[in-house]
Each structure stands twice: as C-alpha cells, then as structure tokens.
C-alpha cells in the first residue's frame, strides 16, 4: 500500500465481489460533523450527544437541545446520522442525572438505565430529536446505549414509537445483549456494536485502567465471538431489505474504536455487520484495505480471527494476510 493513502471519497466502499459496505463517522458536535462531512463520511454512525449534558448543572432546554442536533443533521442532508440517546454515568457523571457514590460506575445506572429513576431526561432529549429531525433533511435514526435485555429495548423502543421516531434501535454493549440478539433485534430496527464498552464488558477489564490494555483489546477472540453472535442474532430476528436500505437483516453496524482498525475491520465486515464507523481520519485506510478483499476472503479471515488462541495470534495471521501499512 502506498504511504499516503488517498483520501475517502465517499458514497461507499466495494469490496472485490461487488459488496458494497457504508463507511461512517464517529461524532460529538457539529463542529465534529462539518469535519466528518469534508472527509466524505457516507452519513454519521455515531453521534455522541453527552457534549451538551456534560460539565453543567441542570439539564439543557429541549430548545437547545433542538437547535444543537439541528446544527449536526444541517451537514448530512439526505444521510444518516445515528443520534446516541445520552450515555451518562460511569466515566461520564452528571450532577442532574447520575449518582456518584456508586461503587461501581460501570456496572451501574448509567446510560439508558438512567430513565427508570428520572425518565424525563431522555422523553425531553427524544422530544428534541424528533422536532430536529422533523425539520431537517437528514434521515435521522435513534439509539440508546447500555442495553440488557429485551424489557430495556421494549420501553426504550415504545418511548421512540411514541414521538414518531423511526427507524430506533439499541447499541450492543454488553454481552447480554449481544448473546439475546435475535429477541433483541426483533423488537426493534437496527443495532450497533460498541465494542469499546462490549469489550470491557466480556473481559471483565476496566476500560479506563490502563494497566488492563491487553484485555481491552477488541481482537480478543471472545469478543469477536460475540459480534459474530449479534449479526447471527440480526439475521434470525428477519428485517425488510426495502426498509432502510441497508441489508436484508436487521441492520447492525459497529461504532466503537475497532471499525477503525484496517485489519480489523476486514474481521468485522466478514463477521456480517452493515456498516462500520469510525473516527473521520480512519475513513480512507479503512477504505483502501477493504477495497482489497472480497466477502467471501473476509469471511475466511473472520474465522481465523475468531478462533484463535489469543488476541495477538488473531491479529498477526489476519494482518498477514493483507496489504496493511504500519
Ligand atoms: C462503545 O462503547 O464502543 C461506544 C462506541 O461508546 P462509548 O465509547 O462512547 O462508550
Ligand atoms: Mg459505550
């Protein structure tokens, strides 16, 4: 591969076989979106909405909140851009919302579980979304993050249906979820994978720890396991292929730091996801590497990596096999 990789432009990338794959950003503002929409990002997988929650002491006005995910659709007329309901708790506390005496944060209330203590949080930030949404010309799709179980997708799902948001899904970030995918998904449009905290999740390893690096490593066959589990998962709970576009299953997209690894997302890509998003400046490596492969050789290697021994193991044969710059 060539030491400067062309810069991504856009509308997707087609693997050797003609299957074509979306490439989308990672997001937290509009600032953000501007720069995601320059690199030529297919839409926005991922926008992380806590920028506006964070370091304050009451919660913003639905008005505000409007205008702020307003700004964000302006960049993406006619894409998609996947809004996170609002992931607080853990390594992300809110005086309003969270409560920091917990002994353990991560296996806390946080994210989506904050709505059963104080649900008008996430109804006033739904509420903003739809209004945003509304009157926007990007294709606005809803997900919360922390999902456990199908009670979780159920009530979260009903307070989308409510307002009219379509289509609304879950992030797959605990192994639960991922495991009951198939009941999961069928109460609901798409999926994302956010394996940073899925990977914290299955090892058991703080992600904040940096002592625990090797663990919280998405290689980790264990974790690779479990992608491969929520697309099987998407596939059994059936979809419409006319629906939003995307697949014949269910859509299921990975949004956390592995879509932007290369080799990685060869891996993820074969494991049977839709969609992969990333920071922006992943897009044109990520682009070049899977441009090399057809479905059927990223099938092969997602099955090298899945059953290897180790992360590192995985890692090295599926890097071999491919045209990766260092
Ligand atoms: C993830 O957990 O992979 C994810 C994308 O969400 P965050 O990193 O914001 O927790
Ligand atoms: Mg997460």
């Not at 809004?83 to 309003?96: M, S």
């Not at 006033?124 to 997900?143: G, P, R």
């Not at 299955?202 to 663990?215: E, I, N, Q, Y």
Request: aromatic fraction near 4%; charged fraction near 20%; include cysteine.
């Amino acid at each position: 591969l060539q030491k400067n990789p062309l810069t991504y432009s856009g509308g997707g990338v087609t693997l050797t076989d003609g299957t074509r794959m979306q490439l989308l950003a990672n997001i937290g503002n509009a600032k953000d979106a501007e720069k995601a929409a320059a690199a030529h990002a297919d839409g926005v997988g991922l926008f992380r909405t806590e920028f506006l929650f964070l370091d304050r002491e009451d919660e913003p006005s639905v008005a505000e909140q409007q205008k702020a995910y307003a700004a964000v659709f302006s960049h993406f007329v006619g894409k998609k851009v996947v809004v996170r309901t609002i992931d607080a708790g853990a390594d992300k506390p809110l005086p309003f919302l969270t409560d920091a005496d917990e002994p353990n944060p991560a296996l806390g209330v946080r994210a989506y579980r904050t709505s059963w203590e104080k649900r008008s949080v996430l109804t006033n930030q739904l509420d903003a979304i739809a209004a945003a949404a509304a009157e926007s010309d990007a294709k606005a799709w809803v997900m919360a993050p922390m999902i456990s179980t199908v009670e979780d997708v159920q009530d979260f799902i009903g307070m989308c249906r409510e307002r009219g948001i379509s289509p609304a899904g879950i992030m797959v970030e605990t192994p639960s979820a991922a495991v009951t995918a198939d009941r999961c998904l069928a109460e609901c449009d798409f999926a994302s994978i956010g394996t940073n905290d899925l990977t914290q999740y299955t090892m058991a390893a703080d992600r904040m720890l940096g002592s625990l690096a090797h663990l919280n490593n998405p290689w980790q066959p264990a974790v690779l396991s479990l992608v491969g589990a929520t697309c099987t998962g998407a596939r059994a709970a059936g979809g419409d292929p006319e629906a939003f576009g995307d697949s014949a299953n269910k859509p299921v997209g990975v949004c956390g730091e592995a879509a932007g690894d290369p080799a990685l997302a060869v891996v993820l890509v074969g494991l049977g996801v839709n969609s992969l998003s990333m920071t922006p400046r992943s897009l044109p490596a990520v682009a070049t590497v899977l441009a090399t492969v057809s479905l059927e050789e990223a099938q092969r290697l997602a099955q090298v990596a899945v059953s290897a021994r180790t992360a590192d193991e995985g890692r090295d044969a599926v890097r071999a096999a491919l045209p990766i710059m260092e």
